[in-house]
Each structure stands twice: as C-alpha cells, then as structure tokens.
C-alpha cells in the first residue's frame, strides 16, 4: 500500500462502517433507483469514477452493465476487489479496475459515467469534470452525487454545535464524517459546469434526509429505504438533502 494513499486509512470506516449502516444502505438503495429512471439497458459500459468499493457500480455488473471501477487508492480499490471475488463468474468478468486519479481519465469513451462521493474530497470541480464529461459516449448519462452548499446547516443544527450551524450558512466547506475536510457544491453551479461542457442536465434528487436526524431502527430498513426514496424525488424534502444526485446527457 503506498504513503500517499489518503483513503487507506478511512477504507474499513467506510466500507465495514458506513455502508454497514441504515444510512449507508440507504444511500446505496436511492441512488440506484434513480439510476434505474436513467440508465441506457444493459449491456452498457459504465466508469464509476473514485468508484471506491464499487458499492454502487457491482450492482449493476448484476445487472449485465460492463463495469470500470477507477480509483487512485489501493485499499479501496482492494475492498472492491475482495468484494467482487465473491459473485458469480459471470459477473466478475463484467468487472473491471483501474488504479488512477480521475482527472486523468482520457481517451476511453462510456455509456455511463458515475462520480459519487468525490467531488467533496476535491479543492475544485472543474478539472474533474472535464475528464468526466469527455469519458461519455454521445448520448451517454452522467450521474454525479456531491455535497450540498445549501444545507450545511443541517449536520451541526442537528449535532446541537449552534455556532458551527451558524457559521455554516455562508460557508463552502465542513468537516465530514470521517474527520476530513470537505466542499460543497451547489445545483446550478454543477448544472453550469455541465453545459459548458456538452452535458445537458436531466434531473436532480435528494439522496437522505430523515437518516440525518435520527438513527433508524435496522428492522425499518426497508421501509426508511422507501421514505427517503420519496424524500429524494420531492420537492421541499429533496432540497433540504445533505447531499445531492445530479444527471445528464452527453449533447
Ligand atoms: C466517499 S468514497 C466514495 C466511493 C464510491 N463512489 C461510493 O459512492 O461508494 C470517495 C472515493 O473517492 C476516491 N477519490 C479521491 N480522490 C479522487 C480522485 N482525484 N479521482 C478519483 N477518485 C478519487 C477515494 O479514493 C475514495 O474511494
């Protein structure tokens, strides 16, 4: 595992943690419903961009996508591998790794491109975007979830650090779950970077709200799953998400 691997040391907080919980599984569940209203019909080729543990891209290499996991850190792209070694033949030879940052990604074209999660970790958007909007075929769907600028409030209001809610009203940043700084992007401003690059947006959703406020019972997973997923598709509820899942399409 090299030095410079940020994510080395928040891998099993993130894959055995996080995703353990009903919020991490209900983040999974709603951004595949939404990708289930966009997606072209399998096959189809999909880059999953800071793909991570390939929690959202494995899936769809269920459901017959040709799957590109990329992603600069070694321990995560190892928690994908571990995880894809488990499914049947079929489906992990629909899977496949590279190990890279994504803005370096250039000259293969995709179907689908997804970038969830890791807008946030990153000092500025645009060079991000570039490499994902020049990886999609003509046509191709783009599906980016990132952190939303409008609703930092939200997390220390709850947390009761009444000066932190206060304060981040106007600011662009916050300290994330895991203890790393994270930014904020905004709907318009991504929806921009989009169409200045050929992307048209389709559509926006929340992702989790009532999760945020209080930790679930796990015997009410299935029925948290399908609250949030209304929560996500509606307005005012969508809006007041912590984070938000934005798609478009290749011009
Ligand atoms: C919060 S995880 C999200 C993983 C996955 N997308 C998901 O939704 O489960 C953030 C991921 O972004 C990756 N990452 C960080 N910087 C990156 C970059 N410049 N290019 C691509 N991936 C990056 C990290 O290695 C990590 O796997």
């Known amino acids: 595992m090299s030095d410079d691997d940020a994510w080395a040391a928040l891998a099993d907080a993130f894959v055995e943690g996080a ?3 009903v919020k991490g599984q209900v983040r999974t569940y709603v951004l595949h419903q939404h990708l289930l209203r966009h997606l072209p019909a399998p096959p189809a080729s999909v880059l999953d961009v800071g793909g991570g543990a390939a929690h959202q891209s494995l899936p769809l290499a269920r459901l017959g996508y040709d799957v590109t996991v990329l992603d600069p850190s070694e321990a995560m792209l190892a928690k994908a591998r571990q995880r894809v070694a488990t499914e049947s033949e079929a489906v992990r030879d629909r899977v496949r790794f590279i190990q890279a940052e994504g803005e370096k990604a250039d000259g293969e074209t995709f179907d ?25 075929a003509p046509g191709g769907l ?14 220390p209001a709850i947390e009761q650090r009444w000066d932190e809610a206060l304060a981040a009203f106007d600011a662009a940043t916050e300290t994330g779950v895991f203890g790393t700084s994270t930014r904020a992007d905004t709907v318009d401003h991504l929806s921009q970077l989009m169409r200045d690059r050929e992307v048209d947006p389709v559509a926006w959703y ?26 996500s598709l509606r307005d005012p509820y969508r ?3 912590r984070v938000f899942h934005l798609l478009g399409h290749r011009r």
């Open 19 to 21: 995703y353990a919980t």
């Open 112 to 136: 689908v491109v997804l970038c969830h999660g890791v807008l946030m970790y990153l000092d500025q958007p645009e060079p991000m975007l570039d490499a994902l909007c020049r990886s999609l």
């Open 142 to 155: 783009l599906s980016i979830m990132a952190l939303n600028a409008r609703t930092l409030a939200v997390r």
């Open 206 to 231: 929340g992702v989790w709200l009532f999760t945020d406020w209080r930790d679930p019972d796990p015997d009410d997973l299935e029925v948290v799953a399908a609250v949030e997923l209304q929560a």
């Open 239 to 241: 809006g007041l998400s």
